[in-house]
């Protein structure tokens, strides 16, 4: 039930954040009121969170800051860093929202609880997910192939909606756990091999 | 004790108990068999809906074989607090994930009832199975509150039915009751009551009740009837009594009339016979003594101028007393024979028209010398009597007969009222002294012959039934009116017109006070 309620949850904050950004685009200066994909994409990051648990992390925990790291996506670190204020102002748990231009073999994302990988880093994320194998961040991308390179969640677009699939074996062996209703919920997912029968 | 001794009212409320605990049993049984299979019912599909629902719930983890989240949700059976334990197999059978309540003190085998069910996607693979063991204590406990409900309806009911008895009581036993003891009072002899309690309704009791207080008022009143017949019973029996005492007595008294006449015609018979003897035999003495007597004076007038004094002188002077003597007593003697000759006279003789005034008037003369200074006598004659057809000699000697009486009974002077009137088709005459009157004793005597209270020589006790044979003949009657030392009244009573009959039912004596 837990997971539900979170579930819950986050559509009503989802619901909520999406109409803020309506009025705020319409006080912006006019435009179609059309929640942006990059909103949508945000929410799911932020969505992600309830359904991921964490090797080190206790259940009792939860108030714990999150920290989602966004890679080569300006837009969508704008957006995530907007969530951030209002669900600090609604007192919810707040997330941390770190923004990387682009990769640089320097970059340490051992603080990120979450790193999304954007469209501009195509050419860098097979090097990135390597390098981040077994390690419990959770990689979130929106390139095709993301999880045949070793990528936990690729995002995609499916007649007109956001959809992911899941690398439940590349989260197995990253020792992240991955709620079975997220995975009900996902395009596919890719299975760890069965156990020994 | 049998059935039948038993009162309608225990009977009663005995039935309405039996069949109402009967009824109370077999809807409580009925009732608590559907509510428990009801429940039961229920209890499996809701149980078999539980492992469905949780089973499903589990779906995702057991494909993604996330046990975690399994635990997550077959926690969520915490809130139910009869489940026990939730066991979720793998689809090889291994225990996948599971969830143990934690109180389980005091569960024993036999009260744990398990449901199990697959767990098969919606493409039809078969992922798992999900067993829920649950507790049916709470069932058992829900059972016993049902047993408990339907034991106070019971009981409830029992009372209801106890009180309703009750009420049938009052409203059939209580009338009955009161009849009974309505009827125990008729059975006992009282008729007094008028009222039954329980008659004010139409019902069958109060019809009942009214039909007996009526037949108890006809029995009351058929009753106080037989009890004023036997109270004016013997009053009337001796009202009865008394008038067969009447007849019985007037037919002694019309015996004793006929013994009496009897007598007198037997009397009458020898007494004829007799004077006729004596009659023959005194006319010898009565021829005899004028001879004796004249013999006698012509010896004494011879005697007288030879032995005047010879005691055979003084001889001649007793037998000139002694031939008085025997004149005196021939003289009386005749006069008896002359009075039973008269006594025993038949009553043939002819009726002649005769004025009582004349006859009454000759016969005072007649008697004058007797009463002479002694007694006055009164003559009262109403001049409207009428000429009564009448034997003249016999009536005349009747008249006679009475006067002599009323003037021997007057000792030293007196009156004696003479009276007559007519009434009624009748002749009255009525003769009244104040001389001596006659005792109360003597009273009933004094027309049988021979009965006399004067001294011999002076009274025969002929006279008055002579008179009162004479009077019969006249079919007449004789009333006697007496007080001692007041005087007596005698009345003659002759019917005026001749009588043709023989005999007259009123032709006896008269009422004599
Ligand atoms: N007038 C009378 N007053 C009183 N006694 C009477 C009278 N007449 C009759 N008696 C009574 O009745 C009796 C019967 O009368 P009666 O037959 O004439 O017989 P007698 O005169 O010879 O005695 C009388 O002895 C007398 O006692
Ligand atoms: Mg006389």
Redesign the pocket.
């Known amino acids: 039930m837990k997971m539900r309620l979170h579930l819950r949850m986050a559509l009503v904050i989802l619901a909520l954040i999406a109409s803020s950004m309506v009025v705020s685009s319409a006080a912006a200066g006019g435009g179609e009121p059309v929640i942006k994909q990059v909103q949508v994409k945000a929410v799911y990051l932020y969505n992600f969170l309830h359904f991921v648990t964490w090797p080190d992390q206790e259940e009792k925990e939860e108030k714990v800051v999150k920290v989602i790291g966004v890679l080569g996506d300006q837009e969508l670190g704008r957006s995530l860093t907007e969530l951030a204020r209002r669900l600090r102002q609604r007192g919810r748990t707040t997330i941390k929202v770190i923004l990387y231009n682009s990769y640089r073999p320097d970059l340490d994302f051992s603080a990120c609880h979450i790193l999304f990988i954007g469209r501009s880093q195509a050419d860098n994320f097979k090097m990135i997910v390597a390098r981040l194998k077994g390690r419990p961040i959770l990689t979130v991308a929106d390139v095709r192939h993301f999880l045949s390179a070793g990528g936990m969640i690729e995002l995609v677009k499916m007649e007109g909606r956001i959809r992911y699939q899941v690398n439940l074996s590349a989260a197995r062996t990253a020792g992240l756990r991955l709620s079975s209703q997220l995975l009900e919920s996902a395009l596919t997912v890719i299975k760890p091999m069965p156990k020994e029968d | 004790m049998f059935w039948r001794d038993v009162s309608i009212k225990h009977k009663l409320t005995l039935i309405l108990m039996l069949t109402s605990s009967l009824t109370v049993l077999v809807a409580c049984l009925a009732f608590y068999g559907l509510v428990v299979n009801h429940f039961q019912k229920v209890y499996k599909r809701d149980m078999n809906n539980l492992a469905l629902i949780v089973g499903s719930n589990c779906k995702a983890a057991l494909m993604f074989d996330v046990p975690e989240d399994a635990g997550v949700v077959l926690a969520t059976l915490k809130g139910r607090k009869s489940v026990r334990q939730v066991i979720l197999y793998d689809k090889q059978g291994h225990v996948f994930a599971s969830y143990k309540a934690s109180a389980l003190k005091g569960t024993s085998v036999k009260e744990i009832c398990s449901f199990s069910r697959k767990i098969i996607l919606d493409d039809g693979t078969y992922v798992g199975r999900i067993v829920i063991e649950d507790d049916m204590r709470d069932m058992a406990r829900g059972r016993r509150q049902i047993l408990l409900i339907l034991l106070l309806v019971g009981v409830g009911s029992l009372f209801s039915a106890f009180w309703l008895s009750a009420i049938l009581r009052n409203v059939v036993s209580k009338p009955l009751l009161s009849l009974t003891e309505m009827v125990k009072r008729i059975a006992a002899g009282d008729f007094q009551f008028k009222k039954c309690s329980s008659m004010r309704g139409r019902d069958e009791m109060g019809v009942l009740c009214s039909a007996f207080v009526e037949m108890n008022k006809r029995l009351r009143d058929s009753h106080e009837r037989l009890e004023e017949y036997n109270r004016t019973l013997e009053g009337r029996v001796a009202a009865r009594t008394e008038e067969l005492q009447n007849a019985m007595d007037d037919l002694r008294k019309s015996q004793a009339q006929l013994v009496q006449s009897e007598k007198m015609a037997a009397l009458g018979q020898l007494v004829a016979g007799v004077a006729h003897d004596i009659n023959n035999n005194i006319s010898f003495i009565a021829g005899a003594l004028p001879n004796i007597k004249r013999m006698t004076n012509e010896l004494v007038v011879e005697m007288a101028e030879n032995h005047k004094a010879s005691p055979a002188w003084q001889m001649h002077l007793d037998i000139v007393s002694l031939l008085a003597n025997a004149e005196e007593g021939v003289r009386r003697t005749k006069k008896i024979v002359q009075d039973l000759n008269a006594f025993s006279r038949s009553s043939h003789g002819q009726l002649v028209p005769v004025d009582i005034h004349a006859e009454l008037n000759n016969i005072i003369n007649l008697l004058r010398y007797e009463c002479r200074d002694k007694a006055e006598i009164i003559r009262d004659f109403d001049p409207d009597l009428p000429v009564v057809y009448c034997q003249r000699d016999h009536m005349g000697q009747a008249y006679m007969?009475?006067l002599?009486?009323?003037i021997?009974?007057i000792e030293k002077r007196g009156t004696i009222r003479l009276k007559t009137w007519p009434a009624g088709g009748k002749a009255y005459i009525s003769?009244q002294?104040n001389?001596?009157?006659?005792e109360p004793e003597?009273l009933e005597y004094?027309?049988d012959?021979f009965?006399?209270?004067?001294p011999v020589g002076?009274?025969?006790?002929?006279?008055?039934?002579?008179?009162y044979n004479i009077v019969k003949n006249h079919h007449g009657k004789i009333e006697v009116h007496?007080a001692p030392g007041r005087?007596?009244e005698?009345v003659i009573i002759l019917p005026v017109e001749p009588c043709k009959k023989a005999d007259e039912e009123d032709g006896g004596v008269g009422g004599m006070e």
């Open positions: 007969n009475i002599l009486n009323a021997q009974a003769f002294d001389g001596s009157g006659i003597a004094i027309f012959p009965f006399s209270t004067k002076q009274g025969t006790g002929l006279g008055l039934s002579i008179t007496s005087g007596t005698i």
